[in-house]
């Protein structure tokens, strides 16, 4: 295959991947978008064994490659249950960040085979360059990520772990990493142990980043690996000069980055504040000044007789929803109040759960329609004339001190405003803190009733005294 | 004046598509944020065409007098087959992941 055509093709491929993009913007055009994207791989697949040279031992390779990790990832894909999503995200990361060091590695090992050699054998500086950013931002990836996963799937606690001097750590790695890539670059990439050295460093630097950041961040962080998995491919796109691989680098770097913009956003929190860490760290001290009272408290029969005599009734899930797997009891309460005449709607916040769009995910798992289902902005002004409002496993994100309280530190940040809504059911397992480790003031409100236990079984509950 | 580095045009696209990607992730539905996610890890497994030539690194070749590299090749295709199988996982585990969330979402039987 001519070269030319080669690179029109991994532009074909580059453009299909912008299309199956685009296909998110709304449910309906979403699974045909996901097919441009199948395809659009297969054509960069295709592209690239026909450009190369095969011999027997490489076909085993790719064939067995491809068959074995084709098949883990399809049966994961099949298995993984919905509530499991934000982990997997993060190990899907994970790979992707490995893969590049891999193929930065083998770039470096075997220039002629990425074309990227001089007629000695030798590396342009600037190939140098560009495959250091890809291993370092690939092995930061790589670690950072697996420590998402650890914080995520609950192998590791999700409380920020803060080094002394961390600051100071963090820097230290990353001057280190420069003047590696500066002396790999000098030797004309001689200096494989310099290599090497980055990518360690990096490994390293992905675990201290990551490890101050609690599990309330997690969104962001999420995001952030994203962004940093299409950062690395990126660098490697200009190594490989494949166009495939720059276009889709940019749009999975500028996909991340702009997530993590809408999480920080979500809790009128900077990005420099969240990578830095240690949020949530001096909570305790926080909790303790809170105001006290009385605490209103509630049965499932009481919540299902005023909910049964509401006009409408919103939703407000969290991520004890998740923990709990409440969604499909939740659904069916919803149902059964949509029998009795009762309009029901759901209200998301935009950090709600552990990565952008978890709740929706889950309420689409239990088959709640996409059209019940309402982002803050534009759900916020209907809990005014809501007859109830029903919390189930979110707390932050409800509480009222976020606009009346500026001493708090959550102040600033959007808020459902639950409690302008007549009633408040506020299913909850204790009456702690969350995750921010703020006190929430709307548990002592006259109109709120707390409804003390887990979410599921509190569903079910509800759902027994509707019948 | 000189021609233009080939390394400039490439910025140019890599830098038109931070672009395209900026104004296309910003109409993304927040609904299909996690599905965003997912099929975002699917794509940039595409990192895979490189892995394809690590795999298919021959020894020296087309270069006279490089002895060395027949160790460097051989090294580059073990990586190259892990990378391989690597995203691998993440393209067929990313796309149909993707697939089943996006199979859930209905509109509301009327």
Not at chain 1, 223 to 246: D, I, R, V
Not at chain 1, 318 to 344: S, T
Not at chain 1, 397 to 418: C, F, R
Request: glycine share 10%.
């Amino acid at each position: 295959m001519s070269a030319n055509l080669a690179a029109l093709l991994y532009l074909v491929s580059g453009i299909l991947f912008i299309l199956a993009l685009r296909g998110l913007s709304s449910p309906e055009t979403a699974r045909q978008g996901n097919l441009y994207g199948m395809i659009g791989m297969a054509i960069a697949i295709a592209t690239t064994l026909f450009a190369v040279h095969l011999d027997l031992l490489s076909i085993i390779l790719i064939v067995g490659g491809i068959g074995i990790g084709g098949g883990v990832g399809a049966v994961i894909a099949r298995r993984v249950p919905m509530t499991a999503m934000p982990q997997l995200v993060a190990a899907f990361h994970s790979l992707v960040g490995m893969a590049a060091v891999l193929v930065a590695a083998a770039a470096l090992y075997a220039p002629e085979a990425f074309h990227i050699a001089d007629a000695l054998g030798n590396l342009k500086h600037l190939s140098l360059f560009e495959l250091s950013m890809g291993t370092a931002i690939g092995a930061i990836t790589f670690s950072g990520s697996v420590i998402a996963f650890a914080k995520l799937n609950g192998n590791m606690s999700g409380a920020p772990i803060i080094l002394p001097a961390r600051h100071l750590i963090n820097i230290a790695i990353g001057v280190f990493i420069v003047l590696m890539i500066a002396f790999l670059m000098a030797s004309g990439g001689d200096a494989k142990l310099a290599f090497w050295l980055i990518t360690i460093a990096a490994f390293v630097l992905g675990v201290t980043l990551i490890i101050p950041i609690g599990g309330a961040d997690m969104p962001v962080v999420v995001s952030m690996l994203n962004s940093y998995s299409g950062w690395a491919a990126a660098a490697l796109g200009f190594t490989l000069e494949n166009t495939a691989l720059l276009v889709t680098g940019a749009l999975v770097g500028s996909s991340g980055a702009i997530l993590s913009y809408i999480m920080c956003k979500g809790m009128n929190r900077s990005f420099i504040s969240v990578i830095l860490g240690g949020f949530g760290e001096d909570g305790a001290a926080a909790a303790t000044e809170g105001p006290t009272g009385n605490v209103k408290q509630g049965s499932a029969e009481d919540a299902a007789f005023v909910m049964k005599n509401a006009g409408k009734v919103i939703i407000v899930p969290g991520y004890g929803m998740a923990v709990a797997q409440a969604q499909h009891a939740l659904k069916e309460m919803a149902d059964l109040l949509k029998e009795e005449g009762v309009e029901v709607a759901y209200a998301i916040h935009p950090v709600a759960g552990r990565m952008p769009g978890h709740m929706n995910v889950l309420l689409a798992e239990a088959q709640v329609p996409y059209d019940e289902v309402f982002e803050l902005e534009d759900i916020n002004s209907s809990f005014s004339n809501a007859d109830v409002a029903f919390v189930i496993g979110a707390n932050d994100v409800t509480n009222p001190a976020a606009e009346e309280d500026p001493g708090s530190p959550i102040y600033g940040m959007p808020v459902l405003q639950v409690w302008k809504a007549r009633t408040v059911f506020f299913v909850k397992r204790s009456l702690g803190s969350g995750y921010a480790g703020v006190e929430n003031p709307l548990f002592f409100r006259d109109n709120t009733m707390m409804l003390l236990g887990d979410a599921k079984k509190m569903a079910e509950s509800i759902i027994k005294a509707l019948d | 004046m000189e021609a233009v580095d080939p390394v400039i045009f490439r910025l140019a696209i890599f830098v038109l598509a931070v672009f395209v990607g900026y104004y296309v992730v910003w109409s993304v539905t927040p609904a299909l944020h996690t599905p965003l996610m997912a099929v975002t890890n699917a794509i940039s497994s595409v990192i895979i065409v490189g892995a394809l030539l690590a795999a298919t690194a021959t020894a020296g070749s087309e270069l006279a007098g490089n002895t060395a590299a027949s160790g460097g090749a051989g090294f580059s295709r073990g990586l190259g087959f892990v990378a391989i199988i690597l995203a691998s996982v993440n393209i067929f585990g990313g796309f149909l992941v993707t697939r089943r969330m996006l199979a859930m979402y209905k509109k509301k039987e009327r």
